[in-house]
Structures are given as C-alpha cells and as structure tokens.
C-alpha cells in the first residue's frame, strides 16, 4: 500500500465476492435485448457505455445517477480521467441528495484528480461529513484512498491514521496485513514526532499504534524497562490490534540477549601507513570508554598492519568476549577466510569422531564482533556486524533526504574517477526505490572540462548553438541570453573539497536570468577544511550532509580540536566512529532484531539491517551568509 493501493486486491475481491452473490450481472436475454445491469456502486466491471445506457433508459433519478457514477467508475478503471472528470461534474448540479451517491461522487473526482491534479486537491476533495451513515464497502474504500493519498503526499501520519480506521472494517487476516503496513511506515519515524500524536482521544487505536512505537523506539535502549512499559500499554490498550500480538520484529527485540562483554578486544593497524586512521579511531574508543566509567570493563588493542589474523588470534587467547575491527577490507576478508577454515575443520573432526551426525554440524558460536568496514562478499552472522562511514551510503542517505525535501527530479554532476561513480550509483539505486523519474548523472574531469559538463549537464550549450545558427541567419546584430534547462529541481554534486568551489561557481553562472536556480547539495566529501568566511560566502545556499558531532561547537568538539589540533575532518569522524563503536555495543543486539530501534550516535542516526549492516542517517546543514548552520 506504500507505492500503490496493495490493499485495493484483497479488499476489491471480497467485497465483490459478497455483491454478486447476491445480485449477479446480467446478460442479454433470450430475445436479444439487454436486461437491466446490476447497480451496486462497489465495483464497475463492464464498459462505460453499458453504464450510460441504462442511465439514459432509468426513469428514477437515484438510478440514473447510481449508472453515470458507475460509468465515472468505469472510465477510471480505463485510464480514461478525462471522461470521468467530465461526467463527474456534469452530473453534481442535479445529482440525488443521498449520502452513499454523494460520498461515491467524492470518491470518484479524488480518484480522478490523483491523476489530473495534485495530492492535495484529491484530499480536500475526499472528506466525508460524520453525519453521513455509509455501508461498510464504501468506509473501507474510502479509508484505503485516503491513506494511499497521504502517503503519496508523504504524510505518514495521517496515512497511519487512515490505516487504522481502514482496519476497522476488514476481517482478521486482512487486518492483519494492513497492521504490518502500519509498524513499517512507523518505523523510519522520528521518536519526537510519534511521541507528539499519542495521546489522540479520538482515534485510540491510531493514538495506541503511536504509543507502542514511542515506547519501542525510546525504551528499546534498556530492555527491562523496554518490557516494563510494553506491559503497561498492554494493560492500558486490552482490546488494540497489537495487544494480543507484538509486531515480530519488536518480539525478537524483547527476546535478544544484549552483548555484556568484560574483555573488549580491538583490531586496528596501529603502526605502518594507516596508523594516523587508527589513532583517530583508537582516541575516540578510549573517550567512549573513559566517559564509561566502568571499571569491570577491559579493552585492549592489537596491531593488525602485519597480520590481522595473528592479531584476531591473540585476542581470542586472551579471553576476548567482543572484538571490534579491523579496518581494513583485506583484513576483514583474511579473518572471514580463516573462520571459513576453522569451522570447517571443526566440522570434518566432529563428524569423524560422530558419524552418525550429518555434515550440518557446525562450530559454536564465534566471538561477536564489530568490523569496522564493509566488504561486498559476506554471510550474514547473528554475531558478526559492518560499521563503515561509507560514501555510498551517504549517497544512498542523500537521496532519501532529497526525495524528503520534495524533490522530484535531481540531477547528479559526479567527479569522473571509481569513487564518484561509486555513490552516483548508490544514489540511484536508492532513488528508484522511492520514485520512477530517471536521474540524470553527468562525469565531469578537471579543469575547463568541468566548465564544459556543466553546461552540457544544463542544457547551456544547446541553447547556445541555438542562438548562434540565429545569428547566422539573422545578423549579429541580434540580442539573445542563453537559457538553461528548466526539468530539474536539485542538484546533488559529489566531489572532492577543491573541486566544490570551482564547481558551485559554474553552477551559479550557468543558471540563465530566466531559470529560477534550483537548491544544491552535496556530501560530506566534499566539505572544505578550515573555510574561511569568503569560502562560506562562496558556497552560499549549499546544503551539505555530514556526520551531526561535526555541525557542533560544543565542549567536546573544542577538547578535541586542542588535544589534537592537526586532525582534519576526516579524522574528526573516525574518531566519533570509534566512539560510536564502543557505545553500540551493548545495543546491536537489539537493533539487528528490531529494524526501527534507532541509536542517535555522533556519527550519525545509527540503525542495523537484518544482515548487521549499521546504517547511518547524517545531519544536515547549509551555508549561509557567511557561515556553515545545522538545519
């Protein structure tokens, strides 16, 4: 029900089901005339104009408009919402005061304006006064729309609204379908927002959705007290939906067992050319834990730049309950490779020595673990999870974002090289998920190249030519400004720091006088160290995502900043990664098993996937007169 009316099928059929069983469709009779068709308004299986002639033969005037409603209905069904908008208001003047024709009338010209409109219009369209008493085919129908409207225009409150009312009027297990709709479009949600529609008197069981969500999200972080106020909403909300039966996801939380090591081993490559990175990461684990306090706590730390299995193994001998790293993919596919090993020695010593067990059997469990990195090629492991601050996912993050601020059709300007074509990828495998408008990517190369993509990726060079075969024809004498292409409303840049610049300049000359600029973004990539206020004027306008530690001046980021006043931005955030990492350990348990639990880190809104990826929602801020604001 999120992309189209799922729900319409299973909703549609039963309804249908119950209709002509007890009025069946009629057919032409024996001598040839066609007998009068059935005039249930739930469904408009045949064409418009067997609608339109029983119309024009019906002497009752709540029969006649019951046939132009169906023939609406049927011209819908068509894809043809230039009939059915036409019939629909040439029939309102005169149409029956009855509340189920007026309410279908409603219906018809919000599903029509779906189509010929905005999401908006169709809403204020369909709304049905309280007083009117309707059929239940007709409430669930409407519920169903509204909430499909709402969630195209991205309203998920009120789409969650809508579906809990809709539910209202199903059977049990189509109930229960669109319950699972409701807890996956309250998941993405923002604890504060849910948190501020729960006590809604006159839709308890909307208020009630609302409430588990909050005290799953808020709670999720301590699981005794996460049982405790399920408990107490369950002894408060009896007769709810989801009193009865937990959604799955938020059961298997409750049923996880945290990890509660005492021994923490930590794999970085502390000497050799990546100990700058390590170091960055190895001050922000020992700042997480210091701010601990926990003294039956130990970490200790193993270089991994000559061999990272070595280094796994010593901290398997001394008693590591959970590991954290390495950082490296090569490291990370070595220890894989090994593990691979180990278990199938295991396995080929157990069977030997127990033939009657089959192959199935397995090692015990290993030690869990936290790489922080992500390679392409892995098993997903109930103890094994992949923390990265990763580009291409803060492309992929960058296009939910975009799809969010409402828009419709970005445009991608990508420096040439593996990189940038790495995140313009993931960018649009993102925003296929959310939308069917292709994005347009242009590779620009440096120096006057990039000038060049710019105006191609504008249309500026089209026009240009347009007006020099003008001239051509028609003199030098005449006057033309270049104009550039009006179908895109954003840009998301993707470069290095030196390129942006230069970059954003072109942009900014290239938009013509009679082309409004669209809004830009770009990553934290892209971010320039140390800019001075004439580079923040020059970026004026920009919106950029970067991890939220780094969009603030607090204490903390001032200890940082002296104790290590030669760090850049990008050992900024792998020491807030390394902080991160020692603060989710004793949550990714519950996070891998309940995908709505969200963890706001300094690295980011921290959330697991079901194969123990950690995903990273980032901050955004934007440059403006002169200085860089959080938004």
């Known amino acids: 029900m999120l992309k189209s009316l799922n729900t319409t099928k299973f909703v549609s059929v039963a309804i249908l089901s119950v209709i002509l069983a007890g009025c069946g469709v009629s057919s032409p009779n024996s001598t040839g005339t066609t007998a009068t068709v059935a005039t249930s308004l739930a469904s408009a299986p045949l064409a418009a104009n067997v609608y339109l002639a029983q119309a024009a033969n019906s002497k009752d005037p709540q029969q006649r408009d019951t046939y132009l409603l169906l023939a609406a209905h049927a011209y819908i069904n068509a894809n043809d919402y230039a009939a059915a908008q036409k019939l629909l208001k040439s029939i309102q003047p005169s149409l029956t005061q009855s509340p189920t024709l007026l309410a279908e009338h409603k219906y018809l010209t919000a599903r029509v304006l779906e189509h010929t409109s905005t999401y908006s219009d169709a809403l204020k369209t369909l709304n049905y006064p309280s007083s009117w008493s309707l059929p239940s085919w007709q409430m669930t129908a409407y519920h169903q729309f509204k909430a499909h409207l709402y969630q195209l225009n991205k309203q998920p409150i009120e789409q969650v609204r809508e579906l809990s009312l809709l539910t209202t009027y199903l059977p049990p297990a189509q109930a229960n379908e669109v319950n699972n709709t409701i807890w996956q479009v309250l998941q993405p949600m923002h604890e504060q927002t849910i948190k501020t529609f729960t006590q809604d008197a006159k839709t308890p069981v909307f208020a009630g959705w609302l409430q588990l969500a909050y005290i799953a999200k808020h709670y999720a972080v301590d699981p005794t007290q996460l049982v405790r106020y399920l408990g107490e909403w369950q002894k408060q909300n009896p007769y709810h939906p989801a009193a009865a039966k937990l959604p799955a996801d938020l059961d298997r939380a409750l049923n996880a067992k945290p990890f509660t090591p005492k021994n923490i081993a930590v794999l970085l490559p502390l000497t050799g050319p990546r100990a700058n990175a390590a170091n960055a990461i190895r001050q922000g684990i020992l700042a997480s834990y210091m701010a601990k306090q926990n003294d039956q706590v130990a970490v200790n730390f193993y270089d991994t730049a000559n061999d990272a299995a070595s280094a796994y193994q010593q901290a398997l001998t001394a008693g590591a309950e959970f590991i954290i790293g390495p950082l490296l993919p090569t490291e990370i596919e070595q220890i894989q490779v090994m593990n691979a090993a180990n278990t199938a020695t295991t396995n080929a010593l157990t069977n030997a020595a127990n033939p009657e067990k089959t192959a199935n059997t397995v090692a015990a469990a290993p030690v869990p673990q936290l790489f922080l990195n992500q ?257």
Not at 494 to 509: C, E, G, H
Not at 609 to 614: E, H, L, Q, Y
């Open 375 to 631: 390679v392409d090629k892995f098993t997903p492991d109930p103890n094994k999870f992949y923390f990265a601050l990763s580009p291409a996912q803060e492309a992929a993050d960058a296009a939910e974002h975009l799809y969010q601020d409402g828009v419709t059709m970005p445009l991608l300007l990508a420096s040439n090289d593996a990189l940038g074509k790495r995140m313009a990828e993931s960018f649009i495998q993102a925003w296929k998920k959310k939308s069917d408008n292709v994005v347009e990517v242009y590779y620009y190369d440096g120096g006057d190249k990039m000038k060049t993509t710019v105006q191609d990726a504008l249309g500026v060079r089209d026009s240009q030519a347009r007006i020099a075969r003008i001239k051509e024809l028609l003199g030098n004498s005449v006057q033309a400004d270049f104009r550039s292409r009006q179908d895109i409303d954003a840009i998301y840049m993707i470069s290095t720091p030196q390129d942006l610049t230069l970059l954003k300049a072109f942009i900014d000359v290239n938009f013509s006088v009679f082309t409004q600029p669209v809004p830009l973004y770009t990553s934290s990539r892209s971010r320039v160290e140390n800019e001075s206020t004439q580079t923040a004027q020059d970026l004026n306008n920009l919106t950029l995502s970067d991890a939220p530690w780094l969009m603030q001046n607090g204490e903390e980021n001032l200890m940082v900043n002296t104790l290590f006043s030669g760090w850049n931005n990008s050992q900024k955030r792998l020491f807030v990664m390394g902080y991160d990492a020692m603060d989710l350990i004793g949550r990714l348990a519950q996070m891998r098993s309940f995908t709505g639990y969200q963890f706001n880190g300094r690295s980011g809104a921290l959330s697991v996937s079901p194969d123990g990826i950690v995903n990273r929602q980032l901050s955004w801020g934007r440059y403006q007169r002169g200085s860089f604001r959080q938004l």
